[in-house]
C-alpha cells in the first residue's frame, strides 16, 4: 500500500478549533519570518524558504495559501501561481522557468503548483515518455538537493481529497456566481482521468520523498482540518530545519521577540 492511499480522508475539525488553531499558528508564522528576514535580530539571518502546494483540482490550495501568507508582510512574502509553459519555456529544460523566482537566502517564496506538473500532468496527459518521467524524477530531486545545499529549506504538501468531495466542490462552484471563474473545462476533462493522475501521484511521492524534501500528504476532505494541520506542519519543518543548520529559534511565547 502506497502512502497515497494511508491517507486518513475522514479527519476533521470544527470550524472554531480551526481558526483558533490558524490564528495561533499564523502568529508563529510571522515571527520565524521575520527571524528568517533579519529584522528580529539584526545579526541572524535565515536561509531562504519554498513552500509547495500540490493537489488536485479544488483540494483547497488557495485557501490554505491565503491564510500561510495573511499573517505575513507583503514585501516578505512571494506567491507565484504555475500555469502550462510557455512556448519560451518549452525550448528550454523544464525547470528553467522557475529559477528567477526562487528564493534567496533570508527571502520566501510559496508556489501554487510546481515543477511537479512535470510527473504529475505532463505525464497523466502523456505529454512525455516514461524515460523522460524516470530522468526527471531524478533531476528534481537533485535540483532540490541543490536548494537546500544553497540555504533554502524546502517543505512541500499534497492536498488530498476524494472523487466524490471534488465532484461536490466542482458543482458548488458551477452554481456559485463568484466561484464561477475557479471552474474550466480542462478541470471537469481532468477529473475523467483520476486514475492516471493518482498512478503519477504514487510515481511522484516514492520517488521525490526524500529527507532533504519531503512530502507532506494532507487530508483536505475538511477543509477546516487541512487549513490548520498545513500551517502546523509548516512550522514544525521550518523550525526543525532552522535548528539543524544551528539558528536560535524563538519560542512561541516569547513575547520579547514580538514587541
Known amino acids: 500500500m502506497s502512502r497515497v492511499d494511508d491517507i486518513d480522508l475522514s479527519k476533521t475539525l470544527s470550524k472554531d478549533v480551526s481558526e483558533k488553531r490558524v490564528r495561533r499558528a499564523q502568529r508563529r508564522l510571522t515571527q520565524l519570518r521575520l527571524l528568517t528576514a533579519g529584522l528580529l535580530r539584526r545579526d541572524v539571518i535565515g536561509p531562504g524558504l519554498v513552500v509547495v502546494f500540490e493537489g488536485f483540482d479544488s483540494a483547497g490550495k488557495g485557501g490554505a495559501i491565503r491564510r500561510l501568507t495573511a499573517s505575513i508582510d507583503p514585501r516578505q512574502v512571494r506567491v507565484v501561481p504555475i500555469g502550462p509553459p510557455t512556448e519560451e519555456e518549452l525550448r528550454h529544460h523544464f525547470l528553467w522557468r522557475f529559477q528567477e523566482v526562487l528564493p534567496g537566502i533570508s527571502e520566501m517564496t510559496v508556489f501554487d503548483r510546481s515543477w511537479y506538473g512535470r510527473l504529475l500532468v505532463e505525464r497523466a496527459e502523456d505529454v512525455i515518455d516514461e524515460e523522460t518521467v524516470q530522468r526527471s524524477a531524478q533531476e528534481i530531486v537533485e535540483f532540490e538537493r541543490m536548494l537546500l545545499n544553497a540555504d533554502v529549506t524546502i517543505v512541500k504538501f499534497w492536498l488530498h481529497i476524494s472523487d466524490q468531495e471534488q465532484l461536490r466542490r466542482f ?3 458551477a452554481n456559485d456566481p463568484l466561484k464561477h471563474w475557479k471552474l474550466t473545462p480542462d478541470d471537469w476533462r481532468n477529473r475523467e482521468k483520476r486514475e492516471g493522475y493518482l498512478k503519477a501521484l504514487n510515481f511522484m511521492v516514492d520517488s521525490t520523498d526524500h529527507h532533504h524534501a519531503h512530502w507532506d500528504l494532507i487530508a483536505a476532505e ?15 519543518r521550518w523550525v526543525n530545519d532552522l535548528e539543524r543548520r544551528g539558528l536560535e529559534v524563538p519560542k512561541a511565547n516569547d513575547q520579547d521577540y514580538l514587541r
Open 171 to 173: 458543482n458548488d462552484r
Open 222 to 236: 475538511d477543509k477546516h482540518f487541512a487549513r490548520a494541520t498545513i500551517l502546523e506542519t509548516l512550522i514544525d
